[in-house]
């Protein structure tokens, strides 16, 4: 604790600058603005690379980069105090207007999404029940997934201690269902591998009165998922912000029933004793969250979409004019369902491997960061791109296999 003897020796010790009128109360120049001092640039100072995303929305590569319009959300909120709740509140009923949805909550990412929806599931608003997690005692233990959506993403899911019970068959679900089952869970990205369809999935849940959610991750565009599923009857959709989106990277949205909303916000901050006590979200990505959803309904996507097969088409073209070099273009059925380049050079006319590729892509001016999967190809997106960047990776691409012919 500080007396008001050691406080006013400290602020006599800070040159006084002036008074704000009227209070008597000292300004000092430690308060004021400076301006003549230049503004910290972290990335130089911290050496740190930064690179051309040709890629996609990869979460090591930190996904996506902000529109203007969320970063003055998050610079104008950081200024203010408001009640996380609040926030929390407001944003949560536009969400779930836009989207459908009877209520929502942003969350930090699509991850912690799934957590505390199914949290909500199990523990409803008992509380005893919320501060018990992840140890079930009294309630229930099974989610239910299918054997191709049983990918590392239901660590989530785990999270609350539950354990997975995997099906294939609409048969195999009916078997599986018991007391114990509190909630089934799909994976939209896979779903062309599963035996069952969404609309299926959603009505076996109705059946036995169970909870449904979906994991819809990086599934816009197109725009409409973002209610689609909502539209469907599915309890509970859960979307991450900062993929295509371009939201804040640590946050994504849980939108569904309104009951079970409540109850997931029950096991989320700032309430402490909880599951979810670590998936904090502060106001600015909060409300950043909600302008980049905003933008991101509002934008003309088929334009959006025609400025990608153009960017495709120029990389394509210069690619191809090294011998030895074909091209195909595709679009993912589901996830990151954007235009996707695939380059694969002849080994016998161009000496050089993916990785060679990649690295030699990484270690030029500007570095630039590509996908790859076979041994003599490489991938690329454009929908990471800032405007005219789409020349240099096309330049740079054709600069290597050139440089690499036999
Ligand atoms: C990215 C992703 C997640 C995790 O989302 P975050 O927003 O990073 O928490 C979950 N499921 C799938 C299918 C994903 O692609």
């Known amino acids: 604790m500080i007396n008001r003897r050691t406080l006013l020796k400290r602020l006599s010790a800070i040159p006084l600058v002036g008074t704000v009128v009227g209070s008597g109360i000292p300004v000092q120049s430690v308060f004021a603005h400076t301006p003549s001092v230049p503004k910290r640039d972290m990335i130089k100072e911290l050496g740190l690379r930064t690179f051309i995303n040709a890629a996609g929305t990869y979460t090591a590569m930190t996904a996506s980069l902000m529109p203007e319009e969320v970063m003055e959300t998050i610079e104008a909120s950081s200024k203010e105090f408001i009640m996380l709740d609040e926030v929390q509140d ?55 997934v299918q054997k191709t959506h049983n990918v590392a993403y239901v660590h989530a899911l785990k999270n609350t201690g539950v354990e997975l019970v995997e099906v294939e068959t609409a048969e195999d679900v009916e078997k599986a269902i018991n007391d114990q089952t509190a909630m089934l869970w799909f994976l939209n990205y896979t779903a062309p591998e599963g035996k069952i369809q969404h609309e299926e999935w959603v009505a076996l849940g109705k059946k036995h009165n169970i909870p449904t959610m979906i994991d819809i991750a990086a599934d816009v565009p197109p725009v409409e998922n973002l209610w689609k599923f909502n539209d469907m009857g599915f309890d509970m959709v859960c979307i991450s912000g900062g993929k295509a989106m371009k939201g804040p990277q640590s946050a994504g949205i849980l939108m569904g029933r309104k009951n079970i909303i409540e109850a997931a916000r029950l096991s989320a901050p700032p309430r402490g004793n909880t599951i979810g006590r670590g998936m904090k979200v502060n106001k600015e990505e909060i409300l950043g969250m909600y302008v980049a959803l905003e933008l991101y309904v509002k934008k003309d996507h088929e334009k959006e979409w025609k400025s990608w097969e153009q960017k495709i088409a120029y990389i394509e073209e210069m690619a191809k004019k090294v011998n030895g070099v074909t091209t195909s273009v595709s679009v993912p059925p589901v996830a990151n369902h954007t235009p996707f380049l695939k380059i694969s050079w002849d080994p016998a006319k161009i000496n050089l491997d993916r990785t060679q590729m990649q690295e030699k892509l990484r270690k030029g001016n500007p570095s630039i960061e590509v996908i790859g999967f076979g041994e003599h190809e490489i991938s690329c997106t454009v929908f990471m791109l800032r405007p005219e960047e789409e020349k240099i990776v096309a330049r740079r691409i054709q600069e290597e296999l050139k440089a690499a012919i036999a």
Do not use: R, Y
């Not at 957590?115 to 608003?125: E, I, N, R, S, Y």
């Open 90 to 144: 407001k944003v949560g009923e536009k969400i779930a207007e836009i989207c459908h949805a009877e209520a929502a909550t942003v969350t930090s990412g699509c991850w912690s999404a799934m957590v505390l929806g199914l949290a909500g599931v199990l523990t409803g608003t008992d509380k005893e029940k919320i501060a018990q997690l992840p140890n079930l005692k009294g309630m229930k233990s099974q989610v239910i």
